[in-house]
T-cell receptor, first 113, second 110 residues
Framework: EAAVTQSPRNKVAVTGGKVTLSCNQT?????MYWYRQDTGHGLRLIHY???????EKGDIPDGYKASRPSQENFSLILELATPSQTSVYFC????????????FGHGTKLSVL | QQKVQQSPESLSVPEGGMASFNCTSS?????YFWWYRQHSGEGPKALM?????GDKKEGRFTAHLNKASLHVSLHIRDSQPSDSALYFC??????????FGDGTQLVVKP
């Protein structure tokens, strides 16, 4: 089964600090995604990528940057973290074909104090 | 705007009972539908897909799609406590954008 690994699993940050969430997939998937999950909002798309060097804005990109330096790695960057960004963040990867499923990591729980 | 709407928000069924989830999309460009399941403390995991009108059965799980009404449903028969989880409907369009519903929390009581 496809493997998506996120790090760290838990992170506590201070308001105004920089946070980087990392994601690695070993299945040569073209597409990678960053979602946040909050109670009552389900999964909301922040940024996504179609391949190395590409990043696209999702539905809630404000306050976040993304970086896809290679096929395997996709990072989410919070330059100036705010308490409203306290959430659980999930990375996912999937193939290019529209009928393919997504594979999710275990998530990163971020608390911004 | 919410492109994929799920109901109910939560559901409680007895062990051995039938659990049913509904999903309605607002975009006729959606061609591919998936159901995902998320157990507490884990990431979502794809459960089953449905791309054609009608029913698709996989073990205790049956999905139904009606493209004309943009409605998708999932039914779990003989529900088990291990089925207790958050269930998401996801729709994917030809531009590879994927939209998730807000989820339905299922509790199966022993």
């Amino acid at each position: 089964e496809a493997a998506v690994t996120q790090s760290p699993r838990n992170k506590v940050a201070v308001t105004g600090g920089k946070v980087t969430l990392s994601c690695n997939q070993t299945n040569n998937h073209n597409n990678m995604y960053w979602y946040r999950q909050d109670t009552g909002h389900g999964l909301r798309l922040i940024h996504y990528s179609y391949g190395a060097g590409s990043t696209e804005k999702g539905d809630i990109p404000d306050g976040y940057k993304a970086s896809r330096p290679s096929q395997e790695n996709f990072s989410l960057i919070l330059e100036l973290a705010t308490p409203s960004q306290t959430s659980v963040y999930f990375c996912a990867s999937g193939g290019h074909n529209s009928n393919e499923r997504l594979f999710f990591g275990h998530g990163t729980k971020l608390s911004v104090l | 705007q919410q492109k994929v709407q799920q109901s109910p928000e939560s559901l409680s069924v007895p062990e051995g009972g039938m659990a049913s989830f509904n999903c309605t999309s607002s975009d006729r460009n959606f061609q591919y539908f998936w159901w995902y399941r998320q157990h507490s403390g884990e990431g979502p995991k794809a459960l089953m897909s449905i791309f054609s009108d009608g029913d698709k059965k996989e073990g205790r799980f049956t999905a139904h799609l009606n493209k004309a009404s943009l409605h998708v449903s999932l039914h779990i028969r003989d529900s088990q406590p291990s089925d207790s989880a958050l269930y998401f409907c996801a729709a994917r369009n030809n531009n590879n954008r994927i939209f998730f519903g807000d989820g339905t929390q299922l509790v199966v009581k022993p």
